[in-house]
Every structure is written in C-alpha cells, then in structure tokens.
C-alpha cells in the first residue's frame, strides 16, 4: 500500500489534466470537487489514486472519510468478488439474506455487545441523510415534539430534514423553503473559551418564557469535519448528554464522518464515555465505499411500525459482505484502533511544526481528522490547489473554507503520512511566502 | 435464466424459513419484506432466488423494480467484476473518472441525444429520494416559489422533501411534523371517469381567490406503482404537460419505478410524447440493483451553484460501470423495448383471463408492470402468501393493499412468466374459494 | 332614518371630494376605501352619512356589514351615551362588569337558549380575525391536528392564521411566509353544478393514500361576501355538516359578515337546521359599529386553560352595551328576521330587472346580502363608481371585482331602498351603454 | 381624581365579590382576570373602579397599560360623548372621516414633527396584535426574508403571527401548530451581567456556518411587561439598533405597552436616541380605553399595496377623537414626561424600602412601569391577593408570576400612589411573615 513519492509534474497541470469534455456539456453544475481536482482517475490502491494519464495521487481526503480503510482493500476485496461471483444475493431490499445475517451477528457481536450497548439497528437507506432523516424521523414520533436543536456550523446532509439541522448558508439556501424546526445552538468553544457551556442553551430551556419550543431531540457531531474541524471537548460532550437526559430531550449523536475508528475508537463518543439514544453511521461502514448507513437507537425506543420508513437500497448485499470483513479484520482486538491514535498523534504534531512556522495558521483537529485553519482569507484553498499539484488531495472545511482538513484512510503507512505532510508543509511554505 | 419450475414444499413452509433469531433481537422493527416472505436469500440468477435450505423463488417483484434486468445478469456481472478486480475507482465522490465518462457520454449518446432531450445529468446521491430532493429544491429555487402539486397516491420517498409529497397516510405520519408546501390533486381515473381532467386543478388555479399557493412544480408518476398500479392514461399525460407549460409550472415527472424500461419505451413518459422539465431515474439505473440515481433537467434550469447540493455516494463506480453496460446491451436497439411491451402484453392477457374467471377480481397495469386489484379486504395479501408458499414473490400495492402488483424482472422468459402466472392463478382460485 | 333622495352634484366631483393632504402625506398606502370615495364623512344617522361638504350618501355597504343596523341607530345611542356619561366601566381586560353580566345573560336568554345551543361564549379580542384565530387554535388543541379545510374565495382575516384561510391571492402574498396548514376545496357551485357535491373532499379523506393531512377542521361561510356573493345552497351546508360529523371533523361557521341577521335569522346557518361545532360573530354583534367580536363553540370542546388566549381591548364595555340593546331591541321575536327576509326579495327582484334588462349581468345573494355579478372585464368597478358620483355607496366583491355588493343596513326604509336601486338602476345603464 | 383611602372589607371577601352565575355558566374557561379579582365592576373615574356593591378598588393595573389617562379622564370624556351625541361618523372602515383627519394632523404635528419621525402611519386594526402582525407582514414583504429573531420573555400577542414571536410556553402550546420563523435570542440581562451584550447573537449572523436563517427584522419590547418587567439599558438598545443597521436587519419596537409615556417620553425608545424601522402602538393610544392601533414605519418602508393588509374595524372614530383629544392635552410640552419620570421615581423610591426591609424581594422597573421580583415561589400572586383584599388591583407577571407589576394610570396622584404603595407595604409584610 505504499509507493514512491510523486515528483512534481512536469508540464502545465490543469491543461494536463482538463476533464473531458462530456462533464462541461452534460453534467450540472452542481459538481464541485471535479473543479479543484481536475483529473480523472481510474484506478487506486489504499492510499493512492491515479488517473487516466498514470499520474498517482496521494489520497488524503479518503471519500470525505467514506474510506477509512483505504481505496480497494485488498483483505476486502477478495469476499466481495467472491460474494459476487458466486452470484449471492446483491439487491433484496429488506429481505433477510445471508449476507446481512452474517452482518448483523457481527456487528452484535464486534461492536455493540463489548460496549454494552443495547442499540436496535436499522437499515434506513444507503446514505448518511437516510440515516439522519430517520433518527429526526423517528425522535419526533418518539417524544411527539417537532422542534430539534443542532449546533453552528453542524453538517447532516442534503435532503430536507437533514438540510433544515444543517447550518452552512448556502446549502440551506438551496431547499427553496424557509427551514424550520431546527434552532441552533453554540458548539463548543464557539466563543473561544470566553462562555460557560450551555450557558445560553440550559437557560433558555429552563425559561418557560423563553420562546423556545421543547426540543425532541439534540443532533451533534463529536468533530464538526464540514464545519472546520472543531472537536468538542469530552466533558462537553459530557454535559450535554446529562443535559439532554435531565431535560427529557434525545441525543442523537451524528457519527457518520467521524465514527467507524476515524477518532480512534470505533464510535467517536465513546472516549466521552457517553450513551446517546441515536447514533447514526455510514460512509465507512461498509469498509470499501459501498453505499450503506444504519440507524442505531435504545431498544425502548424502537417504535417504528413496519414499513413506515422504507427505501429501495437498504439491502445492499455487496456492502454487508464487505463490511462484515472490515469489522472482523479491524475490531477484533484495540489494535487498530491504538494505531489510529498514535497516527493521529503524528500527524497533529507534525502540523503543530508546520503552525508553529507560521504565524496565523493553527492546528486543531482529533484522531486522525486532523488540519490547520489558515486565518488569512483564501490561503487555506490556495495551499490545497498547490498540494494538488504536487500530488496530494486535500480539502478545505469551514464555514469560510478557511480549514485544511486531512482525512488519510487510517491505513495509511507513517512513510506515506511523512510524504504527505511534507508536500503539505512545502505547499505552505511556497503559497504563504 | 430459465429453471424447473420449483415444485410446491412439502413440509410446513413457515417453520422452515423461520429468520435467524438476529433479526428478531437486532433489526428494528420497521423491518417488512421479512415478515411477508420469511426466507433468507442466499442467491440468485436472473429472475431466481435461492434461500439458504436451497429452495427457489420465481422473482415477481425485482427488487421493487431495481431489477430489471435480472438479478446478477451475467451480461453485467463480467464487466464488474473485471472492473473490481483491476482496483478501479469504486468511491469518488462527485471528482470524474474514467467509468463516470464512460456512463455520461455512452447516456447522451444512447438515451438524451436520440430522444433530442437537451438535459443536463445530476448525479443527486445513489436514492430515488435523493433524486426528488433534488428535484424539488431546484424547482423552488429556479421558480422562487415553495408549493408543489402532488397527486393521491403519490409515492415519491421517505425523506422529509419527498415524503411531503407521498400520499400515504401512515409513511405521512412517521415524519412527526406537519408536512406542508404540497397540495393533493386527484390523478387520472381517481374519480372512476366521472369528472373531467383537471376541472378541479386548472380552476382553482386560474382562480384568484382559489387559496392555492401558485405551484413551483408539479411530480407526477406515468404509473404509480405503489399507489396502486393506477395507469394514467397518454392523454390525461398530455394534458397535464399543456396545463404546466400554460401556468409557467415546471412538470418533474419521477421516473424511478417506471423508467429504464419498465413500460417498455426507456422513460415512461416516451409514449405521451412530452418532455418533462425535470426527471428522476433510481432503481433499475445501475442496472444491476447497486444504488444509483439521476436528476435529469431542461439545461436552461441548470441553476445550481457548485456544491449547492452534494452527498457522500453520488460517485458510485461500479454501478456506472454496469449502467453503462446495461444501456450499450438493452438501449441500442429497440428490441428490448419491443419485446418488454410484447411480454407485457402477454401478462396482461393472463390476467385478464384470471380476472375474467373471479368476480372482484381486475386486471390493470401498463408495459411490464402489471397487476390484479381485489375488491375483497385482505384478499390481495393472502394470494401473495399462498405464491410465496408456492415459490413466487409478488407483493401488494395500493392505499389498502388491495392490489396484487408483478414487476417481474424484464428478462424474464416466456416460460418462467407462464410458470409464475400459473402459481399466481392456482394461488387466486385456491384462495378465493 | 329616510332622507330626499341625493341630486347628482354639478361640479366635478372629484376635485370636491379630494381628501386633506394629510392621507397621502401621512397614510400608509395600504389605504383603500377612501380612494374609491374620495370623500371626508362627517356625520351618518341609519342608512345615510354626510360629508363635511354637507353630501349625502345613502350607504349600501355598512361598514362591510358592521352596521346592520344603522349608523348611530337611536335606540342604542341613548343608552351608550348613558353608560358613558356615568362613568361606567369602558375598558375591563376580562374582569366582570355589569355590562358584561348583562350581555351574558342576554345573549343566553334570546340567542342562545331559544336556538337549543349549548354553546360556551368566549371574548377573543374585538375584531373577526380574533374570533377566527381563536377558533383556529381551539380546533387544534381539542384534535390534536393542524390541517385545516377552507373554501375557494373564502376570506376570514389578515392575521397569519386568519390569513391562511383566506383564498385572495394578493392578500396572501401580504403575509411573507409561505401560509400553510390550509388546503382549499371547492366551495359550492364551484363547477357550475356539473360536479356532484364534495366528490373531491369526501373521496380524498377516505383515502389512505390520498395525501391530505386529517383536518382538524372545516371552515366555511354561508355566503361568501368577499368572495363574490357565493351563497352556499342549505343541503350543500347540511351534506357539509354531516361529512364533517362522520369523518370527525370540526365544523366551524364565520358568521362574522353573514350572522347578526344579514341573512334573515340571527345566525346563517339556522335556516339549514345545522349546529356548527364552533361559530365566529363580529362585525354587527355590537349592533353600533364598535369592535366586538364573539367565538361561539360546544360545551365540550372548552378545553381552554385560563389565559392561554387573551388580549387587551376583550372588555370593551360600551360595545356590550349596545350589544345587549340590540339583542333586545330587534332580537326578541320574529319580527325583525322576517322584514329582513322581506327587504332581502325585494332587493332581489328589483336586482333581477336590472340584471334581466343587461346581457352578462345577473343576480346574485341571500337575505340582505344581494348583489350583481358583471361578465365584463371592470364593469362592476365602473358602475360602483358612477353610483358614488350620483351619492350611493357599494363595493365590488370577489376575485376579479366582479360583483356589486350591496348590504345596506338591515333598517334601511323601502323607500331609501328603492333609492338606492334607482340609482343603481341609472348607473348600471349610464356604465354599460 | 383623589378618593378616600379604602377600608379593608370587614366581612369575607370572597364571598361577598362572588361573579353572577353566568360567568360560569356562558363564559369559556379561558376567563382569567374575572377568577383574581372576583368583583363585578361598574363604575370607574381616574385610578379608582367601583364594583356593584360599592367597594372601591385604586386600579393599579390600568387596563394592563390601556388607560394611561385614567378611567373616564373627563377631559376626553367630554368631547367624546359630544362626538358621539351629534351622530358623527362611529365606523368607517378606511374610509377619511373628519375625526380621523384630525388625528393624523394631530399625530403628525405633536408626535411625529417634534421627533424628527419621518413615518407612515398605518391603521391596522384595533388591537396590539393587528399591529404586530402588519409589522411583521411588512418587514417580510420588505426584505424578502421570512425569520424574526425575538426575544426571551417577549410577549406580542395571541394571533398566530404574533404569538410566533411570544416567550410564554402556556400560551404558545395554545397555537396548536409548531410555531415556527422565529428564533429566540437572550435579552438585555438575561445572564445576570456574566456575558457580553450580543455575544451570541451577532456571532451567529456573522457566522455563514451558523445555521439561523438571515432575518428580516428584530423585534424588541424596551421594558418586557408580561416577561416580568425586564428593564433594557439604554446602550443595550442603541447597540441593537445599530447591531441591525450593520447587518441589514429592520427593527421593529414593540412599544404597545410602554408607549403613550408609560416610560414617560411618549415612546419608549426616546431615551436611548435610537429610530425604529417599524414601530407597533396600541392599548392607550386612544387615551379612553377604546380599541384602536397603529403601526409606524420609515417612509421608504411603505410598500404595502392598497388594501393589502385589511380589517373591518381600522375606522373606529370615537377612538380617534379621545385619541387625539389626549394628545392635545399631555404631549403639548414636556410637562406630563416629566411628572411621569417624577411619579416613576417617587414609587420606585418606595420599592425599594419595601424592598429593602424583605430579603429576597428587588424593586424594578422603568418610568411609571414598577414592581417587585419576589424569589420566594408564588409569592408575588399572594401578596396581590391581600392586596386586592385591602383594594387595590395588582397584577404579577413574569415567566414563573413572579414579578408584581405596578402600571398606575400615569394621572395618579401622588396621595393614591401613596396609599396604593401603602397597602402594597403592609401586603408584602403581612405575606411574608
């Protein structure tokens, strides 16, 4: 999974790698990182992706985190072509089948049992708005409240619940109807360390003047990764669960980026020491990205009638098997999850060096989703462009984009990691100077 | 894909297929088509499934139409698996790779360009939902308007946008808020006849003091399939089409179910011979049932700012590796759609037979999705029970389950369409009486 | 109360009417009336008012019904001004007073006992809009759903709630948010009689998939003043109510405009023998024109906790006491109901000679709510204009203005009548020809 | 306008304040005032009210701030029932009638003039609620934006529109629908101190990522009344209002309460030198008591199109002439301001000795708008029990009643304001002990 260092190109790299026409002509304009990342890739393995003209790229985006166990996996790949070969069952809907049997005694057995937790699964659709959607869904029919508190610069997807819990303006701007339902609250450290937590928050719903209607549900992410890499402290974390349970409100924690071992451990909550009544995951749960997500929530609050949420891809066959065999090979033991932390802990000191060299940019970031926030306007972009350039797929985050965010499969070797940064590191240095 | 037709189990049946006791313990109970059809797959061929104690199905209901093909269609499987094995792109986003130009220009070349349909293509994430997401937000946006026209009977998803345009009373009351900005209108035949088209629509509209918020968009299904397999007729199609363009409203027409070929031409709404503002594609996309959706629309409506609505599986590679397959293999010519109208034809003269020997019974349906309404309660759900113990999936639709609904795979041959019929005309007359 | 006959002035009389500078300097463009009449009133006494250029006017539109009997009607005069100039209470919140006391027990004694209605009385604030607020709200806290049903060209006021009721689009367009919860049905006669009575409605209630939210409530006018003089046939409102009783809906009449005895009886709906669950009353309730508004509903649905519906100016005590004296003065037999009845045909057949002389001009109303519905494009407009020029005050009414509305004052002679319908006899010729 | 002080009532007072059957028998339980002050009113004349059986009660209450002139002021009594006796224009819709010509020169010339106030006025209604919501109509019709932020223990009215923007839960759960478009910032103090004026609030404006949708306007009462008598400092006003300015936000004063010189100025927000966009008037506008309302807004704000905001009772013309007969006599010169800010200053002197002499009782309060926050629970509503038992009318307000809420008409003289505060004194002691 490793591979040499890429040498800069040599020629004009955007003429080098103009996409093809059709793209122009008939695809919307609504796609976005084919225009930072103007190459067409073929092919990839772990960490490295190439394009269609051989030249390699070093992948620390990972799918925005959909990858975490690199590109092709080969400990998953073999199962999958098996699986398919064999003409297993691909597409049943939610039919019970081998393969999701095997998945879900696994994922009992892996995963929620050794954290004792006694979490109903449900298969709400392949994505993780599928998955938000049906844990707003599901809040509301629970408590019989409409209204939902989400927290600035929180990400949850694009459809319209999951929109209106969203904070980033121009995608809100995007449904065409005022969203409401939803009403913001400060994430942590959103004042800089200046306010109490909760402060405002805790008081408001104590107030039976306070105009806020009852919340059904809390919705938070451990690590805000769209919204610029803010990582709430564990007894944030802490307090706004006990919070939520002293005030009768459901805490759906929203672990779709940063769950699957990006933090470390498997869920992201659990160094909080945490239960929420809600998680939702996906993007790396099927370990090889497949489309798939699952909706985890307290067994007593299982009160879905059958059928009364449904979708067409929640039996995605393929990505059982594949997710089956990233549960068996990574979480059997702490080992994976132990190496995650120390790479992480490489990482964020490696751009520590890199801060530390310059002024006005900072390091922030927890496990392995990692970044520096650029408080210059636009540099974090321009460094991005020039990492690209050079050979490595990095993005920004941030309400204002000003986040460089590293999201490396967890796979990723310490040398590939080291060749990373150090493109990263001149690319801060050619772009700030 | 052809296999003896499967004889009937000689010991109990339920007993035998009785689930593992994980989805019992695990699986939340929204769970359904495991309750209706208690085996578990293990594989599959075409228009046959196999469970795990070895017994076959005759396929009637394909994946609720993400199938059309057939499951596993060698066709199709070779090129996946090749494409898989070379460590091809499997996840990327919305970037361009060498299988998404592949599917684009082989889409404008076989499906836009000689239906002179001037639509740009979004990729919307891999749902039907997310393809009516997506629509719905760009007629708001494009119109600046926020109320849509739905129909009763409507089926269009279970994310809030899509949701608010679905008629079903119970999938409704799962969202757990008031769902608004939609407005029902009867749809063809919901009046037995009686009424004129659009009398109701078109004055109330026209009429200042109508109280209706003037519409961005009007979604509409050519057949709605779960609804009830209720056929709008080409003209009511027409009709409809001439009233939007007359009101400045833009007409979605969601093709999810009966697009690729259900009704035989490649979009249903071919055969009216109008061109829809915007359209959605999901289900039998891919082809080979992987999660895939489009939104296809008028390129003047491409109003979309990059990145305005994104997702994390809108770049699915294999399934536009066996997409592209599908469409250079069935979409060349037009013998697949001539030969699916032809065995819809046949179907339905089946049925017609099977209605004419049962009073309460009537046959109804368009191209291959074809069906039997049961005015007797409960009778439509324990003829599909007596073919699931005879070795044939079909399902129910409609508001009360009322009618028997087969969406066999397109594939599927003469004979086993016949060995199908056979079991679902026994399974009728042993019932009724 | 009757007066000679007005001459038509000699001068222009436009520039002898032009309002003081002040309303367009000052006024707020929302004005409306006065830009129809520009004139300055000065004085009224039963059906005629006076301008401060000593003009008489015989008055045709009553405060849009607020004045059913008469301006400044003597027989509630003397006792206002009694109650005033003692220093009775004025202004009470809703704390007893003995004006309060008194109109109670009257209302009980003459309206309400004698009609069987068990109805509870509540004070919602003095306006209609209050009233229809109020009624709102309670049907919701008592179902526990928010969707209500309202009628094409219904209107019931400009507050939000009243708003989205309301059919008019350009005052909808007034509110600024998107007015939902409200889903419009034809009201009758909508199709011209072609289409049997409540198809649309009854069907889609029925059905689950019909995609309506179950409405708390159904909200309808007997006749609909604003709308256009759309009078609602008596089995239509009996079939309405018994819908609404089967299916569990709250009925709700707005007799704000058509109660008081506009109609003949004190209440609307009493001639088709229906008892409403909820009745709004404003407008003529005070008898004097001052603000005063009633919500009317069954003992059993007063679910309402102390306060939680309140407001300043539900204690207007000088408006009781007219109330009360009008209860008395005009409500203790029959007779009063049956002159109305009388005047209201004889409005009606000289409306009819008018109309039978005019192609494209017919008749239109109930009781005392009578009017002219002109075919041609402005043509009410333009007659309304010419009867103010010749001293009689009446206004347009429905969707395009295309209805003469005329509610003079219940107390208005046969004489000041026939006035009024020679005039308006004159302009309708002088406009047409 | 002096009386002597009352003699506690020597037999049970209760008993002998018993209201006639037919409050419980006809009025809805919605009743509330009548259930604390169980006396049945008859006659009133300054700060004095005479119940049926004689007993006189010092009207601390004023009419919730209604009747800032008194009962029955005889200097606008006088014109009133001349006005009256002449048969002059009662009800005119928008119709110009003389008395309201003079009203709106009145108004302009001693209001708006001397102010430099460059408004519009607009008639929208005649209550506090109309016109909060015109205000909120037009803010949104102006900016095309559809959220308010409002304030933590706002209160604005009981129609849906303005209840949206109300604290109280009690009364917001009557809405019977999710109240949505609204969002809830803290108001000024609402931390105790701890933290920054607008912290929050312009944090998450600035913020593209924070998730509130862009509001149309604020809306912000000077000195909360309902919401307990919280007091804004002035620079937290001024901050606010260029806090909007900055952001492109309008600002809407809520002053239906503390204008018309509770505060003393004639609007309360003349003190802190700052000009709302849209300023709402209402309870004692009229200077009588009667209904009457009025909305002002920059001129360039006037958008509304004629007749779009509308109302049957807009025109009430005896409002009118008390109206401007009040403004004629208190707001010529400054000397009703001052002896406002005088008597204001005398009764919190007052207060706070009471204050001072209880511990867990703070004086507060702004102009003649002053009361007593009691820690200790359901303290506040006992005291104003004794103290109606010894006759005097107090209220409590506030989220938890907690607050004792003095609004003497500001006519008061300083011996009944003494000898109302002297039973307030023994009340609180009698209470407490």
């Known amino acids: 999974m490793t591979a040499t260092v890429v040498t800069p190109p040599t020629t004009d790299p955007v003429r080098e790698n103009a996409l093809p026409d059709v793209y122009d002509r008939v695809e919307s304009e609504v796609r976005s990182y084919c225009r930072n990342w103007p190459a067409t890739m073929a092919s990839a393995r772990g960490s490295w992706m190439t394009d269609t003209s051989g030249r390699q790229y070093l992948d620390f985006f990972a799918g925005a985190g959909a990858l975490n166990y690199g590109h092709n996996n080969p400990v998953l790949k073999a199962p999958l072509i098996d699986y398919l070969s064999q003409d297993s069952i691909v597409h049943s809907l939610d039919m019970a089948t081998a393969a999701k049997t095997e998945f879900l005694e696994t994922f009992e057995r892996l995963i929620l049992r050794p954290r004792s937790l006694d979490y109903k699964v449900q298969f709400p659709g392949p994505t993780g708005a599928n998955a938000v959607e049906s844990a707003l869904k599901l809040a509301r029919k629970v408590t019989g409240r409409e209204s939902i508190i989400n927290f600035t610069n929180a990400f949850h997807g694009m459809t319209l619940g999951a929109l209106s819990v969203t904070g980033n303006s121009m995608k809100r701007a995007g449904a065409g109807i005022p969203l409401v339902h939803a009403t913001p609250m400060p994430y942590d450290n959103y004042f800089g360390g200046i306010t109490e937590d909760f402060h405002w928050f805790e008081r408001v719903l104590d107030d039976s003047g306070g105009g806020l209607n009852h919340p059904a549900a809390v919705i938070v992410e451990t690590v805000q990764g769209e919204g610029g890499l803010n990582v709430a402290r564990m007894e944030w974390l802490r307090a706004l669960a006990e919070l939520c349970q002293r005030r009768d409100i459901l805490l759906i924690v929203d672990d779709v980026q940063m769950g699957c071992g990006r933090t470390g451990a498997f869920f992201s909550f659990e160094e909080a020491g945490i239960v929420p009544d809600i998680v939702t995951l996906s993007k790396s749960i099927s370990g090889y990205g497949l489309p798939m997500a699952l909706t985890l929530f307290r067994r007593d609050l299982d009160v879905w009638a059958p059928g009364e949420h449904n ?71 321009a460094i991005c462009a020039t990492a690209f350039e050079r050979g490595v797929l990095m993005e920004t985050s941030g309400p204002s984009d000003e986040v460089i965010k590293l999201l490396p499969p967890l796979t990723t070797s310490t040398e590939d990691l080291d060749a990373g940064l150090d493109i990263l590191a001149e690319a801060v240095a050619t772009t700030v100077s």
């Not at 995605?316 to 120390?342: G, I, M, R």
């Not at 790479?343 to 751009?351: A, E, F, I, N, P």
């Open 311 to 381: 979708g067409t891809f929640r039996g995605h066959n393929p990505a059982f098997v594949t997710a089956t065999k990233a549960l068996e090979t990574y979480w059997k033991s702490a080992t994976f999850a132990e190496n995650t932390a120390a790479k992480g802990q490489h990482v964020r000191d490696r751009l520590e060096s890199i801060a530390a060299a310059h002024e006005g940019i900072s390091a922030r970031g927890r496990g392995m989703a990692q970044g520096l926030k650029c408080e210059e306007k636009d540099l974090a972009a």
